[in-house]
């Protein structure tokens, strides 16, 4: 068959099963890339998902000449439509350079619109035959190509959609193409609502091509908890409860749900921040050292790790609700939802028994911080009368002002032997100068293009963290359990600061860490 014969057979195959030779010497090493966007016109695709793809597409990880991005919604706009409605979330309105403005122009040039609705299949036919038409621009041998699907959508459409990408979108992988799934959490409300939503997609894809993104593990410095771990000497005789009294995991805004109060009131701040987010870290400071660093065998150590915390009791837990949130025209007045909580898990292994992991989250708070900070125990035999001082403390602060720091009780500078605290600090604005830390998002997609599952959540994971949390749960959603007023701009409930007393934490009284300048 000559190449023009090709030609007129291919185009008349958009979307079939066929497959059909290419000239010998025609094959390139990789198949065209299509990263379709489900849910383009929503508030995550717009400030998360394209901004990614577009800061990928400058660093060359996007090229060009193999990548077509597809945009699919319900909302009727064209392309051009589209591409302007992106144009402020990907530069700056203002002072934006003239490379920037080059590089945003040919990366626009690369994405097409497609209407349609999520459980027919008209759209997602027609979704198919122009990703094939852009396989076929791009000289793609069937079999070659690879299909991104990213669901930037609510859970409830995630079932009809993967049915519909299974029935219309699949490609052929045989000659290494692929296609895979990114699904974004809240992955179920409860343990039944995951497994059944597992289910549904588990007959659909296999576990390879299912990729449950949590943002966190994209993080920086979430990332670097492994290597912190076990790439140094230093602390891997003291990860142990013989020398950690306490952990904690935290995460603080200073806002409130400002206009997403409807949203958030459906799942709270368990579901939305600590069932996941703040769970996904513990397992990281709390695993064992995996085999390797292949995806799977990490995994397996996280597993471990979830399917040993002990149910939660009563009295470790606080719920709070900031005054004011049920102002919120789109939230019940009697709304149960907390908007605070601190919640003591305990992890019953050789590693940890007797050490609490408190994990905090609240919004409406007093400052905006995420980070995880290791007490260690007393000094025993204090001979400098330091305890006054305040204990050792690792610290890894998560956003913002990235930094890794040890408090530690040093000499005071003078005449007198007087301790004070101070810290080792490794800041990474001023450590790593003119280093743009990638976006979690930006990180998370490179991997799923890759095929590394390391940094998503496998469904035995899944499974493991909802069986924790449901019980907690379902009594907040019958009102057993009732949460806290308190003021916005405060710590959040006084009980909080009692429940962290009680658990061992001491607090370092007239110590605040100060990021250095540069």
């Known amino acids: 068959m000559g190449t023009s014969e ?8 958009f979307g079939s099963e066929s497959t059909l030779a290419r000239e010998p010497g025609n094959v390139p090493e ?32 996007l090229p060009p000449d193999e990548v077509h991005i597809f945009g699919y919604a319900r909302t009727k706009i064209s392309d051009d439509e ?71 959508l609510p859970p409830s459409v ?112 368990i579901r939305d921040i600590i069932q996941n987010h703040l769970l996904q870290v513990l397992c990281l400071v709390a695993m064992e050292k995996p085999v390797s660093l292949k995806p799977e065998h990490i995994r397996d150590e996280k597993v471990k790790v979830l399917e040993s915390v002990l149910p939660i009791r009563d009295d470790e837990v606080v719920l709070g609700q900031y005054e004011g949130y049920t102002d919120d025209p789109t939230v019940p007045d009697e709304s149960n939802t907390p908007t605070f909580a601190t919640v003591i898990l305990r992890i019953h292994n050789e590693r940890w028994e007797g050490v609490p992991f408190i994990l905090k989250a609240g919004k409406a708070l007093n400052s905006r911080k995420a980070e995880i900070r290791v007490q260690f125990k007393d000094v025993p035999g204090d001979i400098f009368k330091c305890q006054r001082q305040g204990r050792n403390e690792f610290v890894i602060r998560l956003q913002p002002s990235e930094a890794i720091y040890m ?35 930006e990180r998370l997609i490179l991997d799923t293009i890759k095929g590394d599952q390391q940094h998503f959540v496998r469904r035995d994971e899944l499974k493991a963290s909802w069986e924790i949390f449901t019980p907690l749960l379902h009594r907040i959603d019958d009102r057993e359990f009732k949460p806290i007023p308190y003021k916005a701009g405060s710590r959040g409930p ?25």
């Open 6 to 13: 090709w030609h007129i057979e291919r185009r008349a195959s």
């Open 30 to 61: 990789t198949g065209s890339l299509s990263v379709v966007v489900l849910g383009a016109s929503g508030d995550l695709a717009k400030k998360k998902t394209f901004p990614a793809l577009f800061h990928l597409y400058r660093q060359g990880f």
């Open 82 to 152: 589209l591409r302007n409605r992106l144009r402020s979330y990907l530069v700056p309105d203002k002072g934006a350079s003239p490379q920037q403005l080059e590089d945003l122009e040919k990366f626009l040039n690369l994405i097409k619109y497609v209407c349609g609705s999520y459980d027919s299949e008209d759209g997602f036919r027609l979704l198919d035959k122009e990703i094939s038409e852009h396989e076929y621009l791009k000289n793609s041998v069937e079999g070659l190509s690879r299909r991104l699907f990213y669901l930037a």
């Open 158 to 269: 995630y079932p009809s959609v993967c049915k519909m990408i299974k029935t219309c979108c699949m490609n052929k992988s045989d000659l290494g193409g692929w296609t895979r799934v990114v699904v974004e959490k809240p992955f179920g409300r409860d343990l039944q609502s995951a497994e059944e939503l597992s289910t549904e997609i588990g007959k659909l894809f296999e576990e390879p091509q299912i990729y449950r993104i949590d943002h966190y593990l994209g993080k920086e410095l979430v990332q670097n908890l492994l290597v912190l771990r076990f790439a140094n000497r230093l602390f891997l005789p003291l990860w142990n409860r013989d020398n950690i009294d306490n952990v904690q995991i935290v995460f603080r805004e200073d806002f409130g749900t400002e206009g997403r109060g409807g949203y958030f009131d459906q799942y709270g701040i």
């Open 407 to 441: 408090k530690l009780t040093v000499k005071q500078p003078g005449l007198e032997m007087s301790a004070v605290q101070s810290e080792l600090d490794l800041s990474y604005g001023q450590r790593y100068q003119g280093i743009t830390i990638p976006e979690a998002y």
């Open 494 to 518: 006084a009980e909080a600061d009692q429940l962290l007393e009680q658990a061992g934490y001491v607090q370092t009284h007239g110590y605040i860490w100060i990021p250095p300048t540069l």
